[in-house]
């Protein structure tokens, strides 16, 4: 099973709002509404920030949203703050044997 | 509060063997998935495999089928990953975490640990 396909790397600045995108195929992203989002910091472990597409964890800011379209998954991180700079990967249900695949990562520079 | 806290750091050679283990607390552990997941180093996430407490029922991914074991203890909470013979290549970052299977969402993480193999 290929991994999600995600951009290396995004910025914005203090505010802005950016959109990190996560491609996979219709057995995987196209297939379920089963996409969650994990952000990670430099040598910590990942956090959960959207489950099901579009669903906000409690305790979640809610500068963070997902949505989806077809095979492709998206985060929209708005008003970003310093705070926002870390890694971010997408993860989506895969089915069968490969249960879960994972986007590449992606790293959000905040100017 | 949940938690899941696993071993420490380790340092291996290529060849020797390996037990590393991720204890939940703060919730009911048995009835709750386990998965594995490999972080290689400035790279992104892998699952190699999950785990059901209750009953050990276990799933690998089929690129870690054969590579490593995963085991668990629900009279302890602990869950567990091993290898039989390390390579330089298994140096990496593992996390345990807590997944919820309906959706494959990871809910928990562990805080990780690092496995350095070198001679």
């Known amino acids: 099973q290929s991994a999600l396909t995600q951009p290396a790397s995004v910025s914005g600045s203090p505010g802005q709002s950016i959109t990190i995108s996560c491609t996979g195929t219709?057995?995987?992203?196209?297939?379920?509404?089963?996409v969650s989002w994990y952000q990670q910091h430099p040598g910590k472990a990942p956090k959960l920030i959207i489950s099901?597409?579009?669903n906000r964890p409690s305790g979640v800011s809610n500068r963070f949203s997902g949505s989806k379209s077809g095979n492709t998954a998206s985060l929209t991180v708005s008003g970003l703050q310093a705070e926002d700079e870390a890694d971010y990967y997408c993860?989506?249900?895969?089915?069968?044997?490969?249960?879960?695949?994972f986007g590449g990562g992606t790293k959000l520079t905040v100017l | 509060e949940v938690q899941l806290v696993q071993s420490g750091a380790e340092l291996k050679k290529p060849g020797d063997s390996l037990k590393i283990s991720c204890k939940g607390s703060g919730y009911n552990f048995n009835p709750h998935w386990i998965v594995w997941v490999r972080q290689l180093p400035g790279k992104g996430l892998e699952w190699m495999g999950i785990?059901?407490?209750?009953?050990?029922?276990?799933r690998y991914n089929p690129s870690f089928q054969g590579q490593v074991t995963i085991s668990a203890d629900k009279s302890i909470s602990t869950a567990y990953l091993q290898w039989s013979s390390l390579k330089a290549s298994d140096t990496a970052m593992y996390f345990c975490?807590?997944?919820?299977?309906?959706?494959?969402?990871?809910?928990?993480w562990g805080q990780g640990t690092l496995v350095t193999v070198s001679s």
């Open positions: 099901d597409v579009s």
């Open positions: 785990i059901y407490p209750s009953d050990s029922d276990t």
């Open positions: 219709n057995s995987d992203v196209g297939g379920y509404n089963f």
């Open positions: 975490a807590r997944l919820i299977i309906t959706d494959t969402h990871v809910d928990y």
């Open positions: 993860s989506s249900y895969a089915g069968g044997n490969s249960l879960v695949v």
